[in-house]
């Protein structure tokens, strides 16, 4: 089945540093990643699309340029929060469809603390 | 009125219950709807799609109601590994930009 790996799980940073996520198919080419963060207690909620090859598309109230997605190959996106603070601190998934199938797999997550 | 809609819970049952969850969605366009399980501190995971015809699989069935815009899921004989969040998922259009996750229902099954 398909199989998304995301790294790190677990990251823990100081105030101000940068930290990237990686999102990978393993065995399926996915033109279209998501980005979701999900604070304790709450659901889901998407951050941004994001599309090999063109840039991420965004929703609505999630800083562009403080949430930087690069897309670069069909297997591989990532995320990477810039100048993190610790209301950044929570669980950000990725997910990806297999070209042709119906259903998105998840990543395990990344649990991010920034002290 | 909130997009989709779910009671967070919890939901205690004993192992052997059966359980039904209900959610209901705003939008009247919504094309496709799924369950996903979500264990503590883990991703989401695919329980199963929502057909309008209802589905079933082993101890789990699907219904749809487009007419009262909820969807359910019904849980039979319930284990204590079904423990978990049960998420609500709806998606607007064919493409999966526009998914809107309900915040989940809790379900402990104690022995």
């Known amino acids: 089945g398909a199989v998304v790996s995301q790294h790190p799980s677990w990251v823990i940073c100081k105030s101000g540093t940068s930290v990237k996520i990686e999102c990978r198919s393993l065995?399926?080419?996915?033109?279209?990643m998501f980005w979701y963060r999900q604070f304790p207690k709450q659901s889901l909620m998407l951050m941004a699309t994001s599309n090999e090859g063109s840039k991420a598309t965004y929703e609505q109230g999630v800083e562009k340029d403080k949430f930087l997605i690069n897309h670069a190959s069909l297997t591989l996106s990532t995320l990477t929060v810039t100048s993190a603070h610790p209301e950044d601190s929570s669980f950000y998934i990725c997910?990806?469809?297999?070209?042709?199938?119906?259903?998105?797999?998840f990543g395990a997550g990344s649990r991010l603390t920034v002290l | 009125r909130k997009e989709v809609e779910q009671d967070p819970g919890p939901f205690n049952v004993p192992e052997g219950a059966t359980v039904a969850f209900n959610c209901t969605y705003s939008n009247s366009a919504s094309q496709s709807f799924f369950w996903y399980r979500q264990d503590c501190r883990k991703e989401p995971k695919l329980l199963m799609s929502v057909y309008s015809s209802g589905n079933e699989d082993g101890r789990f069935t699907a219904q749809l109601n487009r007419a009262s815009q909820y969807i359910s899921l019904l849980i039979r004989d319930s284990k204590l590994s079904d423990s978990a969040t049960y998420l609500c998922?709806?998606?607007?259009?064919?493409?999966?930009?526009?998914?809107?996750f309900g915040k989940g229902t809790m379900l402990l099954v104690s022995p």
């Open positions: 998922v709806v998606n607007s259009d064919s493409g999966y930009s526009t998914l809107t």
């Open positions: 997910s990806a469809m297999r070209s042709g199938a119906n259903v998105l797999t």
């Open positions: 065995d399926f080419q996915a033109t279209t």
